[in-house]
């Protein structure tokens, strides 16, 4: 199923195949972030250096004035949930993908790779949708996507991880 | 003899000004002339503020005789174009900017900046559909309203903002329809 509101906003997604079925009601619940870093939630995941109550933000990140916000927070914030930069979005099994899109280095959006490969966004207050790829939902409010995130599925960490916890250990730190 | 305020009442229904005239200045000016003219500023001795309604037009009267027009008239339909062009801005607004998760980029959609230049002659429209919508309203009003006029300084929630807000709108505008 379609959602021509969405198509609206996002000019490349009515030419490409994605679905709107089995997805979350409209909400302002949760964004796009959140949904990225733990799915269905009860708040919404920002840096908001106003109104900090409403917005969840590991507390040791700084908050970032309203169009300001840098992709470093970004990718330090997804990494308190075990996600490190990668190099693509190509599916590999056993791993969870994300995808971070920017305008002029800002963030703007986010949106997780699912078991099967297929990618699945929650709109702002929309819908959530599951799009093949990810061009469809980059363009004028999205931005591009310019850096992937990865951790395992089953929750472990990397072994690169895992050498530095025991050298950090051994290290006394 | 009549009551003075039915007397002014019927007075002021019969002038034909009041209904035809949209400049102010001019239905003053004529209306003016037309009481001089109608109703002895005798009659008028008592300290007394008459607040006459009539097609809209509100007349005030005061013991020394000063006569006042108020086109309650325009400024309702000032009032009507204001709320009808607000209505639309924060509809296309709720609309347009909920594609976005970042609330800055829903900040700068045309129409809430448009809405927060109109100043605080739209403070009361905006208070009025804070009651039933659950999008971010109170940034507009925290850059309309002073900083040091703001109810919900330090509130770091929305649902305590939101009635911080209300109850500071319900003292100053007494009510909000």
Same mark, same amino acid.
């Given at each position: 199923?379609?959602?021509?509101?969405?198509?609206?906003?996002?000019?490349?997604?009515?030419?490409?195949?994605?679905?709107?079925?089995?997805?979350?009601?409209?909400?302002?619940?949760?964004?796009?972030?959140?949904?990225?870093?733990?799915?269905?939630?009860?708040?919404?995941? %920002?840096? *908001?250096?106003?109104?900090?109550?409403?917005?969840?933000?590991?507390?040791? $990140? +700084?908050?970032? !004035?309203?169009?300001?916000?840098?992709?470093?927070?970004?990718?330090?914030?997804?990494?308190?949930?075990?996600?490190?930069?990668?190099?693509?979005?190509?599916?590999?099994?056993?791993?969870?993908?994300?995808?971070?899109?920017?305008?002029?280095?800002?963030?703007?959006?986010?949106?997780?790779?699912?078991?099967?490969?297929? %990618?699945? *966004?929650?709109?702002?207050?929309?819908?959530?949708?599951?799009?093949?790829? $990810? +061009?469809?939902? !980059?363009?004028?409010?999205?931005?591009?996507?310019?850096?992937?995130?990865?951790?395992?599925?089953?929750?472990?960490?990397?072994?690169?991880?895992?050498?530095?916890?025991?050298?950090?250990?051994?290290?006394?730190? | 003899?009549?009551?003075?305020?039915?007397?002014?009442?019927?007075?002021?229904?019969?002038?034909?000004?009041?209904?035809?005239?949209?400049?102010?200045?001019?239905?003053?000016?004529?209306?003016?002339?037309?009481?001089?003219?109608?109703?002895?500023?005798?009659?008028?001795?008592?300290?007394?503020?008459?607040?006459?309604?009539?097609?809209?037009?509100?007349?005030?009267?005061?013991?020394?005789?000063?006569?006042?027009?108020?086109?309650?008239?325009?400024?309702?339909?000032?009032?009507?174009?204001?709320?009808?062009?607000?209505?639309?801005?924060?509809?296309?607004?709720?609309?347009?900017?909920?594609?976005?998760?970042?609330?800055?980029?829903?900040?700068?959609?045309?129409?809430?900046?448009?809405?927060?230049?109109?100043?605080?002659?739209?403070?009361?429209?905006?208070?009025?559909?804070?009651?039933?919508?659950?999008?971010?309203?109170?940034?507009?009003?925290?850059?309309?309203?002073?900083?040091?006029?703001?109810?919900?300084?330090?509130?770091?929630?929305?649902?305590?903002?939101?009635?911080?807000?209300?109850?500071?709108?319900?003292?100053?505008?007494?009510?909000?329809?």
């Amino acid at each position: 199923m379609r959602c021509l509101e969405i198509e609206d906003y996002l000019e490349n997604l009515g030419s490409h195949d994605y679905d709107q079925d089995d997805t979350s009601p409209q909400t302002e619940d949760y964004n796009c972030i959140a949904y990225a870093i733990v799915g269905i939630t009860n708040k919404p995941w %920002w840096p *908001s250096d106003r109104r900090k109550d409403d917005y969840e933000w590991p507390s040791h $990140l +700084p908050r970032e !004035e309203y169009l300001k916000e840098t992709l470093e927070n970004f990718i330090q914030a997804f990494g308190t949930k075990g996600y490190r930069v990668c190099g693509n979005g190509k599916l590999k099994k056993g791993i969870e993908k994300v995808a971070i899109y920017t305008i002029s280095g800002v963030p703007k959006h986010a949106a997780r790779q699912l078991e099967t490969g297929v %990618w699945t *966004s929650k709109c702002g207050d929309y819908e959530d949708i599951k799009h093949y790829t $990810l +061009p469809p939902t !980059e363009g004028k409010n999205y931005g591009k996507v310019t850096v992937f995130l990865h951790r395992r599925r089953d929750g472990k960490p990397f072994l690169k991880d895992k050498i530095l916890l025991i050298v950090k250990k051994l290290l006394g730190r | 003899m009549l009551p003075e305020r039915i007397k002014l009442e019927t007075a002021a229904r019969k002038n034909p000004f009041i209904k035809k005239s949209e400049d102010i200045t001019y239905a003053k000016r004529e209306l003016n002339d037309w009481l001089v003219e109608h109703i002895d500023p005798s009659d008028l001795s008592e300290k007394y503020l008459v607040v006459l309604q009539t097609t809209h037009t509100h007349i005030h009267f005061s013991d020394n005789v000063s006569r006042e027009v108020l086109s309650e008239s325009k400024k309702s339909s000032d009032f009507e174009k204001l709320e009808k062009e607000f209505n639309e801005r924060a509809d296309r607004w709720e609309k347009e900017s909920s594609i976005h998760s970042s609330p800055g980029e829903k900040f700068i959609h045309k129409d809430y900046l448009r809405i927060i230049g109109k100043g605080e002659q739209v403070v009361p429209l905006i208070l009025k559909r804070l009651k039933t919508s659950k999008k971010d309203w109170l940034f507009a009003l925290e850059n309309i309203i002073s900083e040091d006029e703001n109810p919900a300084k330090g509130i770091e929630n929305f649902k305590g903002a939101v009635m911080a807000w209300l109850e500071w709108g319900n003292k100053k505008y007494h009510s909000i329809a």
